[in-house]
């Protein structure tokens, strides 16, 4: 496993530079475009407010479930940097993701353990995992573009999933009042509100097929306790966390 993440080469690339990016035959690019709630207002202090883009994982898993390697995660989770959620670790952020990586003996990020990398040496990360230096970064504030050239070990047949969620999302379904226990607790005060959402597409190299539409599997644990997805959304109570994205696309160039 550690020897087939080694293969990916991601980069992530933002919207603001999309035409500086050159793509060769065979690269792939995951390209999420976003919705009409893409940002969202955070509260910081005294009633102000700033334009929060969502917390976001790609990653890369065979067509049977297991964990391979990670595209893109967010600076936030990928470091816990998080600057209003009074230590704790915000496991409900993106929980099936999180679990994923677990069930592959991969621990998850800490502050004294990121998923980070020395750039200049490509060393493997505190975290256990073979990255790259563009494995976390700042959430782009619109759409954005990853950028993978795949190795020799890249199976043939593979799932690209997204997870995608906003902090303090709340709703009536999911409101901020919920208690510890509750089935829509989602973190506190300071927590998700609305669930992740986790997308896929299965990517199939030996096909006449170049893109593919990733879809909505479901949304995640919403407190976390779990990698489990949930697929029932008829009565889900989502509202504004379905339009954080518009599409997500994955292109064989």
Known sequence: MMMLALAFLPLAIFSCQKELVEYESGDIKVSIEQGENWLHDFPLFLGIKKKNAP?????????????????????????QSWIAAGGSTRKEALPHWLHARSAQGLPQPTKEQPLTIDAASGATSTGGEPLTDAISGATPTGSFDVKLK???DLPQQFVV????????????????????GDANYSGGEMGSGQPAL?????????????????????????????????TDLSGSGLTTALSIVKSIKITIQ
């Open 55 to 79: 917390q976001v994982a790609v990653w890369i898993e065979k067509t049977d479930g297991t964990y391979l390697s990670s595209i893109y995660v967010t600076h936030k989770i990928a470091t």
């Open 198 to 230: 986790v997308y896929a597409a299965t990517v199939d190299l030996t096909s006449e097929s170049k893109q593919y539409e990733a879809v909505l599997l479901g949304h995640s644990s919403p407190d976390g306790s779990d990698g489990a997805i949930n």
């Open 150 to 152: 795949p190795g020799n």
């Open 161 to 180: 999933k997204v997870e995608i969620n906003q902090s303090t999302d709340f709703n009536n379904a999911f409101p901020k009042a919920a208690k510890v």
